[in-house]
């Protein structure tokens, strides 16, 4: 299995609203990523989990609550988001460390997030 | 503050001809990556480049990393409308593949 998969594809929400966005991958990586991409421009890193501990959160604001219950899940939990956090939401997957067998990062199909 | 600069941002081309999208980034780092990404998609992992001088092709596409030059390229032959799509490189300025930091982006239109 070489995905990842993200739940649901699309999402729209209130402003007063708790959601959560779920990320499942099954290659055994140990190293697991939320970006946040608006139209027309490259991804932006919010979070990454490093063996299922949080190694960094690039300031993302706290509306934003990610979660890594095991090696193979990852959440990010959202409350009262504003309408300019409406993106698309790639989660991403990859060995942690450096490695001659580097195959990089994959992708999951994203979830797009409207927020009203 | 890592930059990563991809030019050009739109390139329109005609089926058939060649051409060269480049990436500079402001820091050191010793891998590189591209991806392409079609409208309203994920990133689709292209080319992983992991040493100065490195060089790799994949049908129509080529890329390769000057790390000195802080420089990586990557060259369309006799393009193709199914090339058409969005174009990132990125870059690992850790070192230690935790964290990407992506290009501008170049979008390529192909036309008949």
């Known amino acids: 299995d070489t995905e990842v998969t993200q739940t649901p594809k699309h999402l729209v929400m209130g402003m007063t609203n708790k959601k959560s966005l779920k990320c499942e991958q099954h290659?055994?990586?140990?190293?697991m990523y939320w970006y946040k991409q608006k139209a027309k421009k490259p991804p932006e890193l919010m979070f990454v989990?490093?063996?299922?501990?949080?190694?960094i959160n690039e300031s993302v604001p706290s509306r934003f609550s990610p979660e890594c219950p095991n090696s193979s899940l990852l959440n990010l939990h959202l409350h009262a988001l504003q309408p300019e956090d409406s993106a698309l939401y790639l989660c991403?997957?990859?060995?942690?460390?450096?490695?001659?067998?580097?195959?990089?990062?994959?992708f999951g199909s994203g979830t797009r997030l409207t927020v009203v | 503050e890592l930059k990563v600069e991809q030019n050009p941002l739109f390139l329109s081309m005609q089926e058939g001809k060649n051409y060269t999208i480049y990436c500079n980034y402001s820091?050191?780092?010793?891998?590189l990556y591209w991806y392409r990404q079609d409208p309203g998609k994920s990133l689709e992992s292209l080319f992983v480049?992991?040493?100065?001088?490195a060089v790799k092709q994949e049908g129509r596409l080529m890329a390769s990393l000057d790390t000195k030059a802080r420089l990586s390229t990557l060259h369309i032959t006799a393009a193709v409308h199914d090339l058409s799509a969005t174009y990132f490189c990125?870059?690992?300025?850790?070192?230690?593949?935790?964290?990407?930091?992506f290009g501008t982006g170049t979008r390529l239109q192909v036309t008949l």
């Open positions: 991403a997957s990859s060995q942690p460390f450096r490695d001659s067998l580097d195959y990089g990062y994959t």
């Open positions: 290659m055994g990586h140990r190293a």
């Open positions: 989990y490093s063996y299922e501990k949080l190694s």
């Open positions: 820091t050191t780092s010793d891998r």
């Open positions: 480049l992991l040493s100065n001088g």
């Open positions: 990125a870059v690992d300025p850790t070192g230690t593949a935790s964290k990407l930091t």
